[in-house]
């Protein structure tokens, strides 16, 4: 059913029985039509959704604390999530049931489902502990643990590449083939917290996002030339516009980068921000291919003076064809206890956007 909240030119449809909570990730099965919505009531959602958009509730699992991240096994049979339980479950699409596969001294705040050259699929997870840990599931205990500069705050697998972000602003580099080691440790080129960090699906490069309206591409095998970072999720502020906009010309307001995600065969990714708008780019060409304005999305509207900015879109995962881009707007504590919903007013809701090819395909090398 399409949204009366918003305009039929878009043609975004909202998923059926969204979480109450703010939703903390999106993940798409890599085989079926099936979206799992994690959330900080402590549960895990999964939805079947078809070609069309069209959705309804299919299961739900729980943990003991908020869940924080999500990742599916290669073959869509599992799904893992991990929480603030210092737990992460795998749940068995067959069965319908879940048990615990990891542990952590502190809330895990990433998970991923990767294949380790000599050792075959392994779960890795790292947390609020500092600690990054390998799990064959066959065994209650990790095959191996490495020790990170602080905690946690994101993390991504491609290929070979195993990139996580840590609250001092540190970036580690892992390559999958000496996983016990960390390959390169450097400091983000952002000057501000990292938000989210994830890897190109071709294993050579990986993007930061920062809570400054940043995003930078890193290629860790040595090219720095290759490096480089742009502003975005950004407005500026016309002086004298409005009673209390600043006298200096070039401000701006700023918002955090929250999600970042990858098309899987284009290589081109989307960008969702605290100011609740998408933008999908060409990292390569280093092109803006398509930007989704608050107003585009029906959540605000940034010409309006003063500006009205939308629900922050906090998560975003393309289903298994890429014909659909799932994204979530959730509070995001950006603005801390000040911004929280009234009580009893829940602003989460799940969008399904139909992707077309000029959004998403990426530019063709000039001759």
Known sequence: MLSSAFRAPAKDIELSSPPPDSVSALAFSPTADILAVASWDNNVRLYDVNSQGQSQGKAMYSHQAPVLDLTWSKDGQFLFSAGCDNTAQMYNIQTQQAQQVAQHDAPIKCIEYAEVPGS????????????????????????ATLDLSDRAYSMDVAQSLLVVATGDRQIHVVNLSNP????????????????????????????????????????????????????????DIPTGTMPGTPSVSGSQHVFAINTITFHKTQYTFCTGGSDGSLTFWDGVARTKLKTFSCKDLSNGDTDARPPQFGTPIVATSFNHTHEIIAYAFSYDWSKGHGGVPPAGSNITKVMLHPVKPEEVNKKPPKR
Not at 201 to 230: C, H, L, W
């Open 120 to 143: 075959g699929p392994v779960l890795i997870t790292a947390g609020w502990d500092k600690k990054l840990k390998y799990w064959d599931l066959r065994s209650s205990n990790p095959i």
């Open 180 to 235: 016990t080691t960390i390959f390169k440790s450097i400091e983000s080129p952002l000057k501000w917290q990292t938000r989210v960090v994830k890897c190109f699906p071709t294993g050579d490069a990986y993007a930061i996002g920062s809570v400054e309206g940043r995003v930078a591409i890193q290629y860790p095998g040595g090219d720095e030339k290759k490096n480089y970072s742009f502003k975005c999720h950004r407005y």
